[in-house]
């Protein structure tokens, strides 16, 4: 315990002091005090500002399309009729299992301007041809394509438990009252899945705000800084141009973001039980 | 009206059996891409247009990563993820334990505070960490990579556990207390066996995240600890793309953890969710 706290709280403490200081390779022996310049500095930086942004649709696309999809495949799997679902709920977990750094590197090669067969695709069915990585319009989308692919199977799997965990006399109930199956979904099922629902969103948006990997390697930020996600900015700043003290400013305002997404999912949590 | 109920169910099952192989392609499809690149000889992989099954197929970017890459960079993988692993499950289920029995002061807040820590951009600790380590000689260490991925194991073991000790009633444990068993005593004979679903779970994922991790193996480690991710992702940087040895490495790092998904179904979805939910 003390252990894990102490390589919890000194870094903290650590990074706040760093906040306020100027470290650079420059100066790391003895960083000076700057004060809050630091933040300052950081809320006119317009290239700060776009990562948010990226990140925030990043965010928002991949996680709707995941949760619309992997409704549809919950769906799927609970329908009674259907044979084979054991061994098709096994086999979609497995992108989930493969290491992001794994997808980036497949989805560069599928989505590869001359030799990707996504591209094959499109042009022999006359949709013509996109350029998936090398277009700053349609980068971060790209991202967003590889990330629904990993994730996906998530939502439907935790949705088909949740609704198979459901009782199944309610929905006797509702059949037999004459519920078209339409109803059913809008009235019976969905309201009881909302708690679930709200479980797998708060995890995916978590999820998606730390978003690095799959970004650094398909994309790498770019062109220019338009698929650059806000992760990926401060790794940058830190690592590549050794501003300590900026990066620490700015993983501080993402510290305070996280605290209120994560405290807000934390009462919810709490209160389920 | 019955035949035509019945038939517009068969068309409806009709169109979630497409729905359904549908999907399995799209999952599939970015696997066998990957697969049939691994086997591929040099002229092919970037051939336009793509060549879908490999004419004349080799080994040969096996070999070489055989040759190269594999040794240093799997054995670092494997000491890595077991070790901090092992480290995780055990401290975090004893304090889980103590969360689910002890009541003491603040425990909410403890508990708020090691969730959080999950939840965080991990960028947020690297920066620090990275300045302290750099202090202690802990770069491109084992040790250095272990206790890093530990810290950020535990919170999930000590959640997911906690969910399981909950479970347990309390009883059996003062039963066993009454016929002369010490805390520990009872801990290990009574409680452990039975959340033991709660600890393959665990295990499990603790595994998994420090196999497929990339972010802290690409900040904490340079050459003589990185990880097989890093491998990866090395081969790109020095030598153009590889694609080929890419696609193999791929392959090997993919290979184990899709084994232990098979082999551990059950466990999966209760460990996604932090055990909010019973799979």
Known sequence: MTLLLSLNIIPLIYSVWLAFHNWTIATRLSPPFVGVENFVKLFQDSRFGNSLLNTLVFMATAVSVEFLFGLAIALALTKRSIRGTRVFRTAVTIPMMIAPIVVGYTFRLLFHPSAGPINHFLSSVGMGWVNWIGSSKVALFSVCIADIWEWTPFMALILWSGIYSQPLDIHEAAMVDGASSWKLFRYVTLPLLTPIIMVCWMLRIVDAFRTFDIVYILTGGGPGFSSEVVSLYTYKTAFSFFKMGYAAAMSFILLIIAIIVVSQFFSKFIKQR | ?279
């Open chain 2, 1 to 279: 009206m019955k035949a035509k109920f019945r038939n517009s169910r068969k068309v409806g099952d009709c169109l979630v059996y497409l729905f359904i192989i549908v999907v399995l392609l799209m999952f599939f499809f970015p696997i066998f891409w990957m697969m049939s690149t691994a086997i591929k000889p040099e002229s092919e992989y970037l051939a336009s247009p793509p060549i879908y099954l490999p004419q004349k197929p080799t080994s040969s970017a096996f070999s070489e990563v055989y040759k190269n890459l594999l040794f240093p960079a799997l054995s670092n993988s494997i000491i890595v993820s077991g070790l901090s692993t092992v480290l995780a499950v055990v401290v975090g289920s004893l304090a889980a334990y103590g969360f689910v029995r002890l009541n003491f002061r603040g425990r909410k807040h403890i508990m708020f505070w090691i969730f959080s820590t999950r939840m965080f951009p991990p960028v947020i600790a690297a920066i620090p960490l990275f300045l302290l380590f750099n202090r202690a000689n802990l770069i491109d260490t084992h040790l250095g990579l272990i206790l890093i991925y530990t810290v950020f194991n535990l919170p999930f073991v000590v959640i997911l556990m906690y969910s399981f000790f909950q479970t347990l009633p309390k009883e059996l444990e003062e039963s066993a207390w009454i016929e002369g068993c010490s805390y520990l005593g009872s801990f290990f004979r009574i409680s452990l066996p039975l959340t033991f679903p709660g600890i393959v779970a665990s295990t499990l994922f603790s595994f998994i995240f420090a196999w497929n991790e990339f972010f802290f193996a690409l900040i904490f480690t340079r050459t003589r600890a990185g990880t097989l991710p890093l491998a990866i992702a090395g081969l790109h940087a020095t030598w153009g793309v590889a694609w080929g040895q890419i696609a193999a490495l791929t392959i090997i790092i993919t290979l184990p953890v899709i084994t232990l998904c098979f082999v551990l179904q059950k466990q999966l979805v209760r460990g996604m969710t932090f055990g909010a939910l019973k799979g």
